[in-house]
């Protein structure tokens, strides 16, 4: 149980173009979902906190115009990467909360996105 | 408030053991462990929640000590398998509850 999927897994873009990525949790509904972002042999950095039917929460730094974030529903959470820049190529992850705050998060596979 | 985690690197021959510890200046909320491949996304191995708590298996166990500023994860007889980064991620007791990460230690067992 427990499995957050995440799609796609890898791509690759012009920049300027906006990319949209996925992120499901299939066997339980979890109202909250985290945004990470994770550079090259570091650890993971919050972008956002995602809660179902409501505004997301942003980290400090990260701009919620550049990174829109939709939670439709209690499985559901998307991240929209727009205008795309090659500074933005980063592996994102996303995590599904399982049970109450500050309990188990469970991610998803990542997305390897690669802006030209 | 980023937990400091050591040692930030270890190599070990596959049998042995290693420690890999997370400490915190602010009692926490709860601790989770997570084992990062390259390439791949976190994995989920444990929560530690209360004070003096031990838990997990024979291979790999956790502590979180009384007054819950340091988690130690334990891998005994390591296995080729276990090369990896682990994370801890903190939770403190007056946050909104967000998981907090350490830097990372990076495992690496060789045959």
């Known amino acids: 149980g427990a499995v957050v999927s995440q799609h796609p897994s890898r791509v690759i873009c012009k920049s300027g173009t906006s990319v949209k990525i996925e992120c499901r949790s299939l066997d339980f509904q979890a109202t909250t979902m985290f945004w990470y972002r994770q550079f090259p042999k570091k650890s993971l950095m919050l972008m956002a906190t995602s809660n179902e039917g409501s505004k997301a929460t942003y980290e400090q730094g990260v701009e919620k115009d550049k990174f829109l974030i939709n939670h439709a529903s209690l499985t559901l959470s998307t991240l929209t990467v727009t205008s795309a820049h090659p500074e933005d190529s980063s592996f994102y992850i996303c995590?599904?909360?399982?049970?109450?705050?500050?309990?188990?998060?469970?991610f998803g596979p990542g997305t390897r996105l690669l802006v030209l | 408030q980023q937990p400091v985690q050591s040692p930030q690197a270890v190599i070990l021959r596959e049998g042995e053991d290693a420690v890999i510890n997370c400490s915190s200046s602010k009692a926490l909320y709860s601790v989770h462990w997570y084992r990062q491949k390259h390439g791949e996304a976190p994995v989920f191995l444990m929560i530690l929640l209360k004070g003096g708590e031990q838990k997990g298996h024979e291979k790999i166990s956790a502590s979180f000590n009384e007054k819950k500023q340091q988690s130690s994860l334990y891998l005994t007889a390591s296995q080729l398998s276990y090369s990896g980064t682990y994370f801890c991620g903190t939770v403190f007791m007056d946050s909104n509850y967000q998981l907090i990460w350490g830097a990372g230690t990076k495992l690496i067992i060789k045959p």
């Open positions: 995590s599904a909360q399982l049970g109450g705050v500050g309990e188990t998060q469970y």
